[in-house]
């Protein structure tokens, strides 16, 4: 990812989670808060416990970072993104062409595609 660095600390989190926007798609919930000041996106990705494994959530890890990995060139710079996997959804509903096609359009909807 060339112009995305990591979030790290659970109040970069709190704060994107407090007071940014919000799209919610089918799989995914993308919250989004404009930094303008920075060159650079800022993504943070969450999969909560409940009902997964580790090696269930990385899985969905690595399939979200690989969506926003391909979508990355077609995005605006200066924002701080938090992706989260919806808790309802089951793992067997993870696979790459859901992922990416939700994370497409909750992109387009929030205006951060050029």
């Known amino acids: 990812m060339q112009k995305t660095l990591s ?3 659970s109040t970069d989190f709190q704060k994107i989670l407090k007071h940014g926007k919000w799209i919610n798609g089918e799989y995914l919930c993308v919250y989004f808060l404009c930094y303008s000041q920075c060159e650079n996106n800022f993504l ?3 999969v909560g416990k409940k009902g997964l494994n580790s090696v269930q959530r ?3 890890k690595r ?3 690989e969506a926003y990995r ?3 060139k077609e995005m605006k710079v200066g924002y701080q ?3 989260l996997w919806r808790n309802k959804n089951q793992f067997e509903m993870a696979t790459f062409q859901n992922i990416y096609d939700d994370l497409e359009n909750c992109l ?3 205006g951060m595609l050029l």
């Open 81 to 83: 993104i938090v992706i």
């Open 7 to 9: 979030l790290k600390q």
């Open 108 to 110: 387009l909807k929030s």
């Open 44 to 46: 943070g990705i969450a």
């Open 63 to 65: 399939l979200i970072r």
């Open 70 to 72: 391909l979508k990355e």
């Open 58 to 60: 990385n899985r969905i």
